[in-house]
Structures are given as C-alpha cells and as structure tokens.
C-alpha cells in the first residue's frame, strides 16, 4: 500500500512548530534519500524549506535514523524509537509508542540536537520533541492472497525492521497465522534465531543480516523458502 503521515505530534506546545516544520521541509526535500518514508513526507509538506544545510545523515538499515545539520546550528533527526539516543527518555514516551504501535500504525522519534554531527552520526544526546505517525494503507486483496498460501499449506512469515508490534498489528489484520506472537529480535543472538526460526511467523527489529539468517536456518530445517522485499535491506 502506500505510506502516509497521519499526523505530527509534538510533546511540547512551547516548541515553535513552524521553526520544526522549515527544517523538516527543507530536510526532507533535499535529503536526496527515496524511500517510503521521505515520499511520505514529501507528500506532507509539499513546498520546500529555505536552511542552509550543512551536513546530512542518511538512512540506512543499521541506524534507522536520518539527520540534517543545518547552519543555525539546529540538528533535527527523525527515526526508530531506541535508535537515537535521548537525554528525556520516559515511560510516558513509550506507551505512546506502544499504543499507536498496537493500532498498526509506524512511529518515529523527533529529535533536535544541539550537538551536530561526527562520522555520519549524531554526536551525544538528542532531545525529543515529538512523534510521526504514519499509517501504511493494506492492499486491496492481501487478505484473499494470504487466504490462498494458507489453504495450500505454505506459511507466511513477515520479517520487518519496524516495531514489531505495528508489524503485529497489520499481520492480524491479513490473517497471518501466528500473528498474536511477534517477536522484537533487536536484543536477539544468532543462536535464539536458529533456534527459533520455526516458531515466530511475526519479526519486529529485523537487521538485513538475520533475515538472511532466519532463511538459511528455515532451509537446514528442510523447508524450501522463497522471500521477496521491496527495500536495500532486503537484498541478502
């Protein structure tokens, strides 16, 4: 389906919204990055912003984060939940996270650092001032297409990198079998994956690298599998 932003969360009403949402324009339109995520973005905030960009930060599959230095100084990030570290982390930030995660819904931090960036990362602790919530929209007929794979005995896992309980949610939603049993393998080792590979049908926080090892584990167990992927980390 396609991946819309629902709605921009910011925690503090003190915050200049409009000052966040320049940098978010002008970073998400000259980030040069494409993905589902800028796209949705981009159909958010449909004008650019006028920063002077200094340094930049892209996505990848290891940091899920993206950032922007920008020359006023203003580092503003957006990214997975416990990916970029935050000087004002709280339970009540996470049973937001939680509860938007259970509706099937994607959520990413909002950061702004005063630190800047080293190496291609964020230097020390950020500060969250808010939520991005997107909802991806099911496909018409992914419901009746699962239907067919279960009713001809093939499983279906779904192997992601977002919150495993947003993958959770839309897994229920198609009818995938197992799907009240997800797992998060962010805190995972390789020997829980080949020992599990079987029982989970549902994986949340998956790196390129243990997807790669939940399928070789799948073949030595003796089943034939075949994977498909829309994404660079995807492609071992």
Not at 145 to 162: A, H, L, Q, T
Request: aromatic share 8%.
């Amino acid at each position: 389906g396609t991946m819309l932003i629902d709605k921009i969360e910011l925690f503090d009403e003190k915050i200049d919204k409009d000052s966040i949402f320049e940098m978010l324009k002008t970073m998400v339109h000259n980030i040069g990055d494409d993905n589902f995520t800028i796209n949705a973005f981009k159909k958010y905030f449909e004008n650019n912003g006028n920063l002077e960009i200094e340094e930049v930060v892209h996505f990848d599959s290891a940091k899920k984060y993206s950032a922007m230095k920008f020359k006023n100084d203003k580092t503003i990030a957006f990214g997975a939940y416990g990916f970029i570290k935050i000087d004002n982390d709280s339970d009540k930030i996470r049973e937001i996270i939680d509860d938007y995660s259970k509706e099937g819904k994607r959520v990413l931090l909002l950061t702004i650092n005063e630190n800047g960036i080293e190496n291609d990362e964020l230097i020390g602790k950020s500060h969250a001032i808010g939520l991005v919530i997107l909802k991806d929209a099911v496909k018409e007929d992914a419901k009746e297409i699962i239907k067919w794979f279960n009713d001809n005995e093939v499983n279906i896992k779904v192997i992601s990198g977002d919150n495993d309980l947003t993958v959770q949610s839309i897994a229920k939603e198609v009818d995938i079998r197992g799907a009240e049993n997800s797992v998060n393998l962010s805190t995972k080792d390789d020997n829980f994956i080949i020992e599990n590979a079987e029982k989970y049908n549902v994986y949340g926080r998956t790196s390129p690298e243990q997807k790669k090892l939940i399928e070789e584990s799948l073949i030595k167990k003796g089943h034939t599998v075949a994977m498909f992927g829309d994404g660079v980390n995807d492609i071992l």
